[in-house]
C-alpha cells in the first residue's frame, strides 16, 4: 500500500468514526479534539518504547501494542491532514526530498 491509499484508507476509517461520535455525541470530533487525541497515543509511544526495551512494564504484549500505537498516530497524521487541507503523501515526498538534499550535500561538504 502506498502513502495515497494509506490515506483514502485513514479517511475512511474516520468516516466509520465519524458516525459513532454523531450517534453517540450529536457531533464529530473537533480538531482539537483531533490533535489531542494524536498527541495522546504519540506520547504514549514513549512509555511502549520503555517497555520494548524492558525498563517500564506495562500489561500485555509491548510489541505488538507499539505496533499499534504506530499505525495508529500513521492514521490520525492523515486524519489531521485531512482536516487542514494538507496532502500528506505529498508534503512527506517533498519534504523527504528537500532533507535528503540537504543530508547529501552536507556529506559531500564534510567529506572534501
Known sequence: MDLAEADDRALQVRGLYEQLENRLLGRTWTLPELAVGFTNDAAYIGRLVLAAEQTWGIDGDADAELRHKLAECL??????????????????????????????????????
Open 75 to 112: 492514521w490520525w497524521v492523515f486524519v489531521l491532514g485531512d482536516r487542514l487541507g494538507v496532502d500528506v503523501p505529498a508534503a512527506y515526498e517533498s519534504t523527504m526530498d528537500k532533507i535528503r538534499t540537504g543530508l547529501e550535500n552536507s556529506l559531500r561538504e564534510t567529506s572534501r
